[in-house]
Nanobody
Framework: QVQLVESGGGLVQPGGSLRLSCAAS????????MSWYRQVLGKERELVAA????????NYADSVKGRFTISRDNAKNTVYLQMNSLKPEDTAVYYC?????????WGQGTQVTVSS
């Protein structure tokens, strides 16, 4: 069955870095665009970063441009989110998403907390 398993979240101080990973299985990973979303309790889920199926194009939310980098390794069926210069407002549950036409899959999420 389809699985997206996020890892790498945790507690980090402001200005620190984290690298999230999302391991995919159960579908042809290289055919899917991949994204990272985040959600704060009581707020809507928001797009953080996205990457095309071949990894040739990316886009970012304005709030993370210049600080976060999305990448993928199609040989490992994994997408990454490198997060640098983290701010308290980056605190959220981060979700991995796979999308191709009408098909979309979600991971279970990983908590990122930025606090001193």
């Amino acid at each position: 069955q389809v699985q997206l398993v996020e890892s790498g979240g945790g507690l980090v101080q402001p200005g620190g870095s984290l690298r999230l990973s999302c391991a995919a299985s159960g579908f042809t990973f290289s055919n899917y665009a991949m994204s990272w979303y985040r959600q704060v309790l009581g707020k809507e889920r928001e797009l953080v970063a996205a990457i095309t199926s071949a990894g040739t194009s990316t886009n970012y939310a304005d709030s993370v441009k210049g600080r976060f980098t999305i990448s993928r390794d199609n040989a490992k069926n994994t997408v990454y989110l490198q997060m640098n210069s983290l701010k308290p407002e980056d605190t959220a549950v981060y979700y991995c998403n796979a999308r191709r036409f009408v098909a979309t899959y979600w991971g279970q999420g990983t908590q990122v907390t930025v606090s001193s």
